[in-house]
């Protein structure tokens, strides 16, 4: 079974400036995949980012970026230059890797406001 | 449409009632995926098809819910004689033909159905 921590429920940033969202995860798979997703009050869960467990470098998305150390089991989501439009949920799932195991097991979230 | 349709988008129903809930996934995805979002939380699985078969329903938390999809395109998810606890959002997520070893695909998700009983 995988568990995904998000420990942070709520930020605040600046808008123009990065913020950084922290993302723990625990697995005994040796292979997986990581998703951030996020949510905005629509509802509708929005895919920004993958990474894979072997991937040598780490994931970058336009103004997306992923802080994945492997040996602390984190895969910490960046956004950079913050717009108000970046206000929303951000959820960070993972995935095994394994052939009859395709569903997503999801973080608790963290809910980013930007300020202007 | 271009992406994963959810109706309706909102359903208010009295406990005890049966509802059902429809998913129209992105046309040629082979996976639906269903997932429960209680208020403040991330959401959790439900159950998978990948065409018309329900490879794993694990995450259905009783027997009255039943999720089906009988031709591999649109999914119904309903739920008999609801109870409060199912007061939730209800969530849809379609992905491309599975391969072995390659789990980049993302799941693409809907606007989702907010439930509540009352």
């Known amino acids: 079974a995988q568990k995904i921590t998000q420990t942070q429920p709520g930020m605040f940033v600046q808008e123009k400036e990065a913020v950084t969202l922290d993302c723990t995860y625990d697995?005994?798979?040796?292979?997986?995949?990581l998703f951030w997703y996020k949510q905005p009050s629509s509802g509708e869960m929005i895919f920004l980012i993958y990474?894979?467990?072997?991937?040598?470098q780490n994931a970058t998305e336009g103004r997306y970026s992923l802080n994945f150390q492997k040996a602390r089991k984190s895969a910490n989501l960046v956004i950079s230059a913050s717009q108000l439009g970046d206000s929303a949920m951000y959820f960070c799932?993972?995935?095994?890797?394994?052939?009859?195991?395709?569903?997503?097991?999801f973080g608790a979230g963290t809910t980013v406001t930007v300020r202007a | 449409g271009a992406g994963v349709s959810q109706s309706p988008r909102y359903k208010v129903a009295k406990r005890g009632q049966d509802v059902a809930l429809r998913c129209d996934p992105i046309?040629?995805?082979?996976?639906l995926f269903w997932y429960q979002q209680a208020l403040g939380q991330g959401p959790e699985f439900l159950t998978y098809?990948?065409?018309?078969?329900?490879?794993?329903k694990s995450g259905l938390p009783s027997d009255r819910f039943f999720a089906e999809r009988p031709e591999g395109s649109v999914s119904t998810l309903k739920i008999q004689r609801t109870q409060q606890e199912d007061s939730a959002v209800y969530l849809c997520?379609?992905?491309?033909?599975?391969?072995?070893?390659?789990?980049?695909?993302?799941?693409?998700f809907g606007d989702g159905t907010r439930l509540s009983i009352l």
């Open positions: 697995t005994s798979d040796p292979s997986y995949g």
């Open positions: 098809f990948q065409n018309e078969a329900q490879l794993d």
């Open positions: 046309s040629g995805h082979v996976s």
């Open positions: 997520a379609s992905s491309l033909r599975p391969r072995a070893g390659s789990i980049n695909q993302p799941q693409h």
């Open positions: 799932a993972m995935r095994a890797a394994r052939s009859n195991d395709y569903k997503l097991s």
């Open positions: 990474q894979g467990s072997y991937d040598q």
